[in-house]
């Protein structure tokens, strides 16, 4: 079987094959911009602490429905029961203790990027010991939100005690910045120094009032005083005009217990009825010291939250009288009974090394975050020899296939108008009134 070769024809009209090319070069252009849009870029993943970031191009405005809209380009950050996070304000170390309402499998949660106006601290524990020279503070926090639900606590201690490592994670970032010689922050830094300040002031207010109870009891008062205070769920979500934003912050002590040099103990459960073995143990020798302590870590905490509610005593000074004790019962000769931390929130004393003066009430940006970094996919232009390759593979791919199907539509109009199209010019001995037709004038 002979080897056959298509003959060819020149396709009628005097501006057909004018119109062909220039319509060709217009296609060229415009296969070669769509394909530096498509082919000209790569994605890459990058991180970002943002989660709502987003990209922005030259051809953005040709195409506005590509546009990437906030929330798109990066993935979700998962939490499981035990992991931990912190805020933006870098206060505290939050451990995930407990997941009511999952929306994550059965039992984690994912995070994109919402504030934190829906938590807030609803439990504080407190444990002081004189004997061990500490304090340990634990606070529970709870996030609740239509999405999901949980609870996430952070623990702390306080301690004369100088092979007890005990500095919280906002004193630790202040620390490190002091010994690298950097400058002095007022928005970052002021954090750390007057959380460093409140939480000692309290704590040796605390400290100093349980030794100076057991040397004028003759050690008859508590060397121990463990407790369970619980707040009202308030979150910054309900408003700066909600009541429990705006009244002194309220607490209910429902658990508590206290040891005596005597090695002998009292608890009291609130829930349960007053009887003899279940009678109060918090009275008028601790409970206002005890207080100042949970309210200033109740504040603190709430600001490392965003919560800036009207009554927080550490961005409102206005309100420290009402929230703060400045005195304790004199209910022994020469007790200790003058609040440091009082004192120095309103000026009274400076203690050189608490240092208040200039930085309140603090300034603190909200509502806050979780501090948590997002796996995010991003657009990046190749390297030009790259992209040229690229896009030239592309467009010639695509215009290969557009001319080939507008060559094989054009010859088929002409067959179906002349019906000697299918012989060449050379074999033709006069052309026909139908090959005068002009096919494009």
């Not at 593979?393 to 019906?419: D, H, I, Q």
Request: with cysteine; aromatic share 12%.
């Amino acid at each position: 079987m002979p080897l056959e070769y298509p003959l060819t024809r020149n396709f009628p009209g005097k501006y057909f094959s004018t119109a062909a090319f220039a319509g060709a070069i217009v296609l060229l252009v415009f296969l070669t911009t769509i394909n530096v849009v498509l082919t000209g870029y790569e994605t890459i993943t990058v991180f970002r602490s943002d989660y709502n970031v987003t990209q922005s191009f030259w051809y953005d405005k040709y195409m506005p429905s590509q546009v990437p809209k906030a929330g798109t380009l990066c993935d979700s950050r998962f939490f499981n029961l035990g992991d931990t996070f912190t805020t933006n304000n870098t206060l505290f170390k939050y451990n995930i203790d407990s997941i009511v309402n999952a929306n994550a499998g059965d039992s984690g949660i994912t995070y994109k990027g919402e504030t934190l106006d829906h938590c807030d601290v609803t439990s504080i524990y407190l444990n002081a010991d004189a004997l061990q020279h500490t304090i340990d503070y634990t606070a529970v926090i709870e996030c609740r939100t239509d999405e999901y639900s949980f609870s996430a606590r952070t623990d702390f201690s306080l301690s004369t005690l100088a092979g007890k490592y005990n500095r919280l994670l906002g004193v630790q970032r202040l620390q490190k910045n002091r010994q690298e010689g950097g400058a002095f922050n007022k928005t970052r830094d002021s954090r750390g120094v007057v959380l460093n300040a409140l939480t000692s002031l309290s704590g040796i207010d605390l400290g100093t009032r349980i030794f100076s109870l057991l040397q004028s009891s003759n050690g008859t008062t508590p060397v121990t005083v463990s407790l369970q205070a619980d707040f009202p769920f308030c979150p910054a979500a309900l408003g700066r005009i909600a009541a429990c934003a705006v009244n002194t912050p309220q607490f209910n002590i429902s658990t508590s217990f206290v040891a005596y040099s005597s090695l002998l103990s009292q608890e009291y459960y609130a829930g349960d009825p007053i009887t003899e073995t279940n009678t109060p143990v918090i009275t008028n020798d601790t409970f206002n010291v005890l207080a100042n302590a949970l309210q200033t870590t109740y504040a603190a905490v709430r600001i490392d939250l965003g919560n800036l509610s009207p009554n927080n005593f550490i961005s409102n000074t206005s309100v420290i009288p009402a929230t703060i004790f400045s005195t304790f019962p004199s209910t022994f000769p020469g007790v200790y009974s003058t609040s440091e931390e009082y004192a120095n929130l309103v000026g009274d004393e400076v203690n050189p090394y608490f240092n208040l003066t200039g930085l309140l009430p603090l300034e603190v940006e909200g509502p806050a975050h979780m501090d948590v970094v997002f796996l995010c996919r991003f657009q990046q232009r190749l390297p030009p020899a790259q992209a040229f390759i690229a896009v030239l593979v592309a467009t010639l791919s695509m215009f290969s296939s557009g001319w080939a199907v507008f060559l094989a539509l054009a010859t088929k109009f002409a067959k179906g108008r002349n019906p000697e199209a299918n012989s060449c010019s050379g074999h033709t001995k006069e052309t026909s009134e139908a090959d005068k037709t002009p096919f494009l004038d």
